[in-house]
């Protein structure tokens, strides 16, 4: 761990500028993007003013920036009265005519910074213990870092791959196959197995009862909700369609001999429908954990995610327990996460080596598959826009483009939140008010491109690997999907996560995930260039409906 630290006396004037002038030097000695440095100083100056106002007059700040486990992180501390974090979010909101003023309803202002402060997700966390604020600013600067390393883990396990299966000698491929190769998939296997249960249960907890105020937004709050969820149910069917249609992994069914154990499929088991909604009522509270059900997961984090705000003066130290729990997880999750890139490169060299051509022409149907879903469902976006919203599609494309590419190149919908804002209030005249509450939320739920890289994956590797999927399983995959959209968590590595989850829902090997993980990173960007334009299409159509779009601007060509 590298670490710099400085310590600065509000009762110096120059106080601001010789912390923001050491922070940007910290972050430029660890090598920080210019962009991310912008954004990250001025995040750091929102803090330290917050901690100087709850401060004495002479009190002292601690300034640290490190760098521990590739990410770079900014820790703020300050003695002084309690902080309300979500008050450093400053949401500034207007009428049509595009006039600013401040929020003059606290329901809605709550709600939507705390929106806000989820769609940051790993960017600001908080603490206050025996009267110091303590405040930490991720720079975020390892998940791009990682999808680097994830591809040129991949370029070089192609070109380790095909040298071990043409040039080496078969003995070196095998040892190297057996002791090696191997044994790291293996291991990552096995800790993506440990995370599995304790992330999607924790994850749809918070969700919830960070959420459970969205009822007091009324009418509009509750369209912009409606229509996620049902772009979100399209999506899902798009993905199952051509999953059906085209079938890809038609031609892996040689991998089913070799995994026959891991699968243990039994005909005898009854996967009705009705059986299917009945088991998602667990008989007790650890059994989900232990067996990885997800459906029973995600209703028992359903219940107690709504039962949190019910339980009177305990509910404020349960969320706090819970949302504890929840980082918990997703540190380790992004511990694990870390070692995706290596797990990539064995999982290429072992496809090489071990698979034949079928499978790597299944490989590339499936990517087909996904591109094409993710393209019909950009087009359903403009038919939506265009018969809900009775506007020209061909101009919500050409002034969202902008934020799609942004999305496509960071693979992150917090991180292009900030382009995506602009766009609705500056280009496609969404009024700020709406744009700033549809927008967060959107980044935080709504997930279209994840949930048809979910379903193509996973009806894949199920096909893959010989797996039936009934009717009734299909019903319930699509309620998982939708479920985990809403509460899939933010971090690096969380995809794969989610795809380990799926599996163990159709009851395909979470071994499988390996003929896949390595082009994980390039269906991602794409699934995340789906979940923007989504966003931006949602709040257009709710902007144009509730007369809060100025059509003028809309329409007005660039």
């Not at 600065?8 to 430029?28: C, I």
């Not at 440095?37 to 995040?43: G, K, P």
């Not at 004495?56 to 902080?83: N, Q, S």
Request: aromatic share 8%; with cysteine.
């Amino acid at each position: 761990m590298k670490k710099v630290v400085k310590t600065v006396s509000v009762a110096d004037k120059e106080y601001m500028s010789d912390a923001l002038r050491f922070v940007e030097e910290a972050l430029k000695k660890f090598k920080v993007p210019k962009g991310l440095l912008v954004r990250s100083e001025l995040l750091a100056e929102e803090v330290i003013v917050a901690v100087k106002n709850h401060g004495t007059e002479d009190i002292k700040i601690d300034i640290r920036v490190t760098k521990r486990l590739g990410d770079v992180h900014i820790d703020i501390e300050g003695a002084g009265r309690e902080i309300d974090v979500r008050r450093l979010q400053k949401v500034n909101v207007g009428d049509i005519d595009g006039t600013e003023k401040e929020m003059d309803d606290p329901a809605l202002e709550k709600a939507i910074r705390a929106i806000v402060v989820k769609a940051l997700g790993e960017k600001l966390k908080y603490s206050y213990d025996d009267g110091i604020n303590r405040i930490s600013i991720a720079v975020g600067k390892a998940e791009r870092s990682s999808l680097i390393m994830t591809l040129n883990a991949l370029i070089f396990g192609i070109i380790f791959g095909l040298a071990a299966r043409f040039i080496f000698p078969d003995w070196l491929s095998d040892g190297l196959c057996k002791f090696a190769l191997d044994p790291v998939k293996t291991m990552f296997m096995n800790a993506l197995r440990i995370i599995v249960g304790p992330v999607v249960f924790f994850s749809i907890v918070t969700c919830l009862s960070q959420f459970k105020n969205l009822s007091e937004l009324g009418r509009v709050g509750a369209k912009v909700m409606g229509m996620y969820v049902i772009t979100t149910v399209v999506a899902a069917a798009i993905a199952l369609f051509f999953s059906r249609l085209f079938d890809p992994g038609v031609w892996g069914a040689g991998l089913s001999a070799a995994t026959a154990e891991a699968v243990n499929i039994s005909t005898d088991t009854d996967t009705s429908l009705l059986t299917t909604i009945i088991n998602i009522v667990p008989d007790n509270f650890v059994k989900p954990f232990l067996e990885s059900d997800t459906l029973q997961l995600i209703f028992l984090a359903v219940v107690c995610g709504i039962a949190v705000g019910a339980i009177g003066e305990y509910s404020k130290k349960l969320a706090s327990l819970l949302e504890a729990l929840n980082e918990l997880f997703l540190a380790i999750t992004t511990m694990f996460s870390r070692f995706i890139p290596l797990a990539a490169f064995c999982s290429v060299v072992l496809m090489i080596v071990r698979l034949g051509s079928e499978t790597l022409m299944s490989l590339l149907g499936m990517c087909g598959v996904f591109f094409i879903s993710v393209a019909c469902m950009i087009l359903v976006y403009g038919l939506l826009v265009m018969i809900i919203g009775h506007m020209s599609p061909v101009m919500f494309y050409k002034k969202a483009r902008e934020g799609m590419l942004t999305s496509f190149a960071l693979s992150s919908s917090s991180a292009a939140m900030p382009t995506n804002l602009c766009i609705c209030t500056d280009k496609l005249g969404v009024a700020p008010k709406l744009a700033s509450f549809s927008i967060p939320l959107g980044a935080t739920v709504n997930m279209d491109g994840t949930s048809i890289n979910l379903i193509v994956v996973g009806l894949f590797l199920a096909k893959m690997y010989a797996v039936p999927v009934t009717g009734s399983t299909l019903a319930s995959l699509i309620v998982t999907v939708i479920m985990l959209s809403l509460g899939a968590p933010g971090v690096p590595g969380a995809g794969l996560v989610c795809l380990g989850i799926i599996l163990e829902h159709l009851g395909a090997p979470i071994e499988a995930i390996g003929l896949v993980m390595a082009i994980d990173p390039f269906l991602d960007m794409f699934s995340t260039m789906n979940n923007v334009t989504g966003d931006m299409a949602v709040t257009t159509i709710v902007a144009k409906t509730e007369g809060m779009l100025d059509t003028d601007m809309y329409n007005k060509d660039i």
